[in-house]
Each structure stands twice: as C-alpha cells, then as structure tokens.
C-alpha cells in the first residue's frame, strides 16, 4: 500500500499514469515524447509505478508496451476512500437520530370560541373525525379516542387528567413504533377568544407540521363549523425553506 | 444565508389571491391586526401607528413576488422593540388550502414562545386565519376581543 502512494505523490508519475489512461499501451519512446521527458526519466518513474503495481509491461520483439493496472489502485480505493463514504452514510444515520430526536413542542394559536367549546370538540369524536388532518373515523373507548384511516388506526389519544386551564393526554403512535408521549392543552380565556397551547412532550420534529395542521383544522372547524383537512398534498410550488435567496 | 431566528407556519381555507391581499394591503391588515387599525402605506413602506401621530412600526418592502413570497424590514417604534430586524412571508398553494410562513430574521434578542414578537405573530396570524375563512374581523388581542 505504502508503496502505491508514494509511486502516486510524483507529478511526473501520475502525468505517465493519465498518458496511459489517455491510451493504453504505450512504448518508452511514445511516453517521452508526450511528456517531455528525458528517457531515462521516463524508464526510472516507469520503474517506480511497475513496483507498485500500478501498470504492468508487455513485451513484444524489440518494443516494450505498457498498461494500466487498475486493480491496485482499486484496493486502495476500497480500502482508504469506502470508510469516508460511510462517513457520509454516518452524517445521514446522524440526520435520522436528529429527527428521531424527543423533544418537546409548543404551539399556540387563537380561537373565536370559549375553552368549554374547545375542550368539548378535543373530547369528541364526531368533532375529532371532522378536524383531525390524519383521521376519517374516529370512535371513543372509555377515556381514550381512536383515530383511523382507511381502516388502519393511526392513533390513540386517551385523556390522563383535567385541570381549570388544562387537559393532559397520552398520545399513542399506531401509525409507526414509536413509544406513547404525553400532552397537555392549556386554554387562557381572553374576553371573547382562548389562547389555545399544546406542549407535546417527547415528541419527534417531523409531529410538529401534524400539529400545526390539526390546530389548523381545530380553528377553522370551531369559527365556521367547517370540516376542513389539512392535508398535506403535492406542493405546487419547492419547499419554502428552499425559496430563501437572500445572501 | 442566515438562519431565522423565529419561524410560524399556519393553514388557511383561501385562495392565493385573497392571501396575497390579506397581506399587502393596508386597510384589509388594519380588519384583521391584533394591536391597530391605524395603517397605511407611505410609498413602499407600511407604516403602524397605535393611534394618529403614535408610530408603532414601519415595514419597508425589500422584495415582493407577487402571491409567493414577501420580504419586508421590521421595524419596531415601540419601548424595547429593539433595532430593525427583516422578515420574509412564503405563501404556497396546496389543493383548496394555503400554506403560509413567516420567518423572522436578524432578531437581536432571543424568541421566548409565547412573549414578545412570538406572541404577537400568533396572534396577527390567528386573526389572519379568522378574517379569511370567516370574513369577520376579530382582533385576537390579550386584552380579549374588541
């Protein structure tokens, strides 16, 4: 291997390496004059690169012709530049675990209408299966909602404790194995409208465009009675994180 | 390019067209606007007032794509609104639905959730949302509904 590279880190050595790339088989005589070289330079790099292995020579009457030997130089590909692409793989396995990652999340928005209505269409099924973006079935088992689609269920919100300003779930994944996480709504009246906040707790970072989009639903079904779902569909347009061009 | 510093995505039952308008044009913002209704356009900036003579804000355009993206300066004339700042708004179309985000950039100071310009964006989209699926002009103030 060592020498592999020291046969490569000559200039002169990779020039004769390119001019055989560029045509196989070369004499001593053809490979001087492509690169200016003296014969004896030429015969003493080519006795470099033979030990290395890098071109190997054929010998036919008075000529001596020499080829490229990939294979070496394959092994140390394999051997130096494959762990540094699995170093990329590594960054991807990185990104994975980042999205992965528990952490919690907050959202707030702001609804035309009483905590009471707001705690109401949280605990209902039919409102549920009206707003919910994911859903279009939604039954009631006990404390605990089902949410399904197309049959599957996707999930299970079952109501843990409720509080003056607050309602506390524990929200159950069934549309992937991921482990139960906790909720809590917090409801501030202001006058006519709530403050409405979800604090997910141990959540992943891909949840949070689903919350956003059933907050959405919840706002929109409460303010105008409508059954609206936000789902996601093929954007007209690139993400919007990729349309920022200012320096 | 610089990351923002706050970001707020929401979906509304629109059409691009009236989005577009829900955003740009200062006597439907004043309808909606959880803090005023003195706003007006002074060439091509937006300017806040709380009350006549009482400057809130100005909102310089840096950049308009017409029903894609805004780009604007925010700058605040309120105690402690600290020093100007800029912020973009990404309008997208998905099916009978609008996606829209904003993204805050160059704060100098920290986003709490919940206080500060957080609050305030919450609440200016909320009555977005309202004033567009409902055509009703509710002012989502802490104060509660005027």
């Known amino acids: 291997m060592d020498a592999i590279f020291k046969a490569m880190a000559d200039p002169a050595r990779r020039n004769l390496l390119d001019a055989l790339r560029a045509e196989d088989g070369q004499t001593l005589t053809a490979l001087g004059g492509r690169l200016e070289m003296t014969r004896f330079g030429v015969m003493k790099h080519l006795a470099v690169l033979e030990e290395a292995g890098l071109i190997t020579t054929l010998k036919r009457g008075r000529f001596k012709y020499h080829y490229l030997n990939p294979v070496p130089l394959q092994e140390a590909l394999d051997r130096w530049i494959a762990p540094m692409a699995r170093a990329t793989t590594r960054g991807v396995l990185d990104l994975k675990a980042q999205l992965e990652r528990r952490e919690t999340l907050t959202l707030t928005t702001f609804i035309a209408a009483p905590p009471a209505r707001i705690r109401g269409a949280l605990r209902s099924s039919e409102a549920q299966a009206a707003f919910s973006f994911m859903a279009d079935a939604v039954t009631r088992e006990g404390a605990a909602l089902h949410f399904f689609r197309g049959g599957a269920k996707m999930l299970t919100i079952e109501e843990t404790r409720e509080t003056e300003t607050t309602l506390e779930a524990r929200f159950t994944p069934r549309w992937a194995d991921l482990p139960p996480s906790d909720l809590i709504h917090h409801f501030t009246a202001e006058g006519a409208h709530t403050k409405f906040t979800l604090v997910h707790h141990d959540a992943t970072q891909d949840m949070a465009d689903g919350w956003r989009r059933t907050l959405a639903g919840l706002k929109t079904y409460l303010e105008t009675g409508a059954s609206l779902k936000f789902r996601a569909s093929p954007p007209a347009a690139p993400d919007p994180s990729e349309q920022e061009t200012h320096p | ?146």
């Open chain 2, 1 to 146: 390019m610089m990351k923002p510093d706050y970001v707020l995505q929401t979906y509304i039952h629109c059409t691009l067209d009236a989005l577009w308008d829900a955003l740009t044009d200062p006597a439907t913002i004043a309808r909606y606007h959880f803090l005023t209704e003195h706003i007006s356009r002074d060439g091509t900036t937006t300017r806040y007032a709380f009350a006549p003579g009482q400057p809130m804000m100005d909102m310089r355009d840096i950049r308009l794509d017409p029903k894609t993206r805004i780009e604007q300066t925010f700058e605040p004339h309120w105690e402690g609104g600290g020093a100007p700042s800029r912020v973009v708004y990404h309008l997208r179309e998905e099916g009978a639905v609008c996606a829209l985000t904003l993204e805050h950039y160059d704060l100098t100071f920290p986003v709490v959730h919940g206080e500060g310009v957080a609050d305030g964006w919450a609440r200016l989209f909320a009555g977005l949302k309202t004033y567009l699926e409902t055509g009703e002009a509710i002012r989502f103030g802490s104060a509660g509904a005027s």
